[in-house]
């Protein structure tokens, strides 16, 4: 199957353009539970997009399906236009893959790692040994070439791993959760690392935890949740969903806030998101002098409130008024956590 041409049939029929990653009706189940439970992508060469979920909403799930370390139990994908069920050894060698955790060897060096994993993609030991050396310049591990990885920090180790995916030089990356447990200043440098590889003309399919991630990095955002995609679109086109602003009220005493639930019903008309724990509500405004409305009905009402604010809405409104939660809420019995 050519990957060069340059349309495709939807199971509708439709002709579409091909696209970096495309997938229809994904399903995924593990034993009764449906990790991933129909799930469409259309992924433009060149782009980043960004799936956006927390712990155990089917993402990684979804991109070991696509990556072909999963069978896909309904629904088609290809990559570039190529099958994944049917062509997985061409799949291959179209993808690089970085997971949530360092796939190199702790005993080697980090030159030694590159030029294995060269090696074992039948690349010859001499051209190898350049790909290597190109690779550690490019993410700044000159110094640490020839130091073994036990004695790499944690972002030292998700760099040389994502330098191993790129070792044949694939057209699409995936990243999974890329920066998780990093601190900030490694997450900047991933961060420029990736903007990089896009420089360079790769598509980045990109799973993350993290709104602000998704906020920096993407150029558009699946949000999926309980193994289904909720919400698609540019982060300003998710942004707007919510409202043009968002009025965040954290509350003095957290058991109050059925009752200033109750009062911005009724000032806004519309649904206020809620974290109880937090006492804090959140409400799109189609005004932002609206706000003043509720400051003044809560105090009639004696609501006493600790702090306001009337900001464009985050990735975080829209997330918590899609879902009803946050990302970093758990939802255990999934493959993921598990």
């Known amino acids: 199957m050519s990957i060069t041409q340059e349309t495709r049939q939807t199971r509708s029929g439709a002709e579409r353009a091909v696209s970096a990653v495309w997938a229809e009706g994904l399903v995924k189940t593990f034993g009764t539970h449906r990790a991933v439970d129909g799930i469409d992508l259309d992924v433009r060469p060149g782009e980043v997009f960004g799936v956006l979920g927390p712990n155990g909403a089917g993402k990684t799930t979804t991109m070991r399906m696509l990556a072909t370390l999963l069978k896909i139990d309904a629904g088609r994908a290809e990559i570039f236009g190529v099958d994944v069920a049917t062509n997985p050894h061409v799949i291959r060698q179209l993808v690089g893959v970085t997971g949530q955790y360092a796939s ?37 591990l000159e110094e640490a070439a020839n130091k073994p990885i036990s004695q790499f920090s944690g972002g030292m180790r998700r760099r040389l791993d994502l330098a191993a995916s790129l070792i044949t030089r694939p057209p699409l990356i995936f990243l999974d959760e890329p920066t998780t447990g990093l601190d900030p200043r490694t997450r900047g440098q991933m961060w420029d690392t990736i903007r990089g590889l896009v420089a360079d003309g790769c598509t980045v399919l990109l799973t993350t935890q993290y709104l602000d991630e998704a906020d920096q990095l993407a150029d558009r955002i699946a949000v999926i949740d309980h193994g289904v995609k909720v919400a698609e679109g540019t982060p300003d086109e998710l942004k707007t969903t919510v409202g043009d602003s968002a009025l965040q009220v954290v509350l003095a005493v957290p058991g109050e806030t059925r009752e200033a639930s109750d009062i911005v019903r009724r000032v806004l008309g519309v649904e206020p998101v809620l974290s109880p724990e937090q006492g804090r509500l959140t409400a799109p405004l189609s005004q932002a002098d609206l706000a003043a409305d509720v400051l003044i009905a809560l105090r009639t009402a004696g609501v006493s409130v600790a702090s306001v ?30």
């Open 309 to 338: 604010s009337v900001d464009k809405p985050s990735l975080d409104e829209v997330f918590l008024a899609l879902t009803g939660h946050e990302t970093d809420e758990k939802n255990d019995n999934t493959e993921e956590t598990r």
């Open 104 to 140: 190199v060897d702790e005993n080697l060096t980090a030159r030694e790692n590159l030029w294995l994993f060269g090696r074992l993609q039948g690349i010859g030991s001499g051209e190898a040994k350049g790909i290597a050396t190109d690779l550690l310049g490019r993410f700044g």
